[in-house]
């Protein structure tokens, strides 16, 4: 029902910034509760920050004063400015929206490992590869 389509990503040098954007097509007349995931090689994915229908925010301790997420509802898109980046900010980037409007529990998973098995209970992007060189 939901289409979610990264863009922004690059490469840069330690302490420079990026924008990430994540397009959304599809049902997106309803409310989702949303997050930014990251994986880098051979690791899990973790939540990195999350925006719910209300517009409150949650964000991972090691990214907190450093990325802001946002979303623009008349344009269905979330954003993530991500600034001050570092080499452990490298990773492969994912959108996600919670599918269930109902229970909304996106901002559980902020700063934590989502477990596989949770996979399949939100909308995913095809990622975004951020690369940050010291």
């Known amino acids: 029902q939901v289409q979610l389509v990264e863009s922004g990503g690059g490469s840069v040098q330690a302490g420079g910034s990026l924008r990430l954007s994540c397009a959304a097509s599809g049902d997106t007349y309803r409310n989702y509760c949303m997050a930014w995931f990251r994986q880098g090689p051979v690791k899990e994915r973790e939540g990195v920050a999350g925006i719910d229908q209300f517009g409150s925010t949650s964000y991972a301790d090691s990214v907190k004063g450093r990325f802001t997420i946002s979303k623009d509802n008349a344009k269905n898109t979330l954003y993530l400015q991500m600034d001050s980046l570092n080499p452990d900010d490298t990773a492969m980037y994912y959108c996600?929206?919670?599918?269930?409007?109902?229970?909304?529990?996106?901002?559980?998973?902020?700063?934590?490992?989502?477990?596989?098995?949770?996979?399949?209970?939100?909308?995913w992007g095809q990622g975004t590869q951020v690369t940050v060189s010291s």
């Open positions: 996600a929206a919670e599918i269930d409007t109902r229970n909304p529990v996106c901002l559980q998973w902020v700063g934590r490992v989502l477990p596989a098995s949770h996979l399949r209970y939100n909308y």
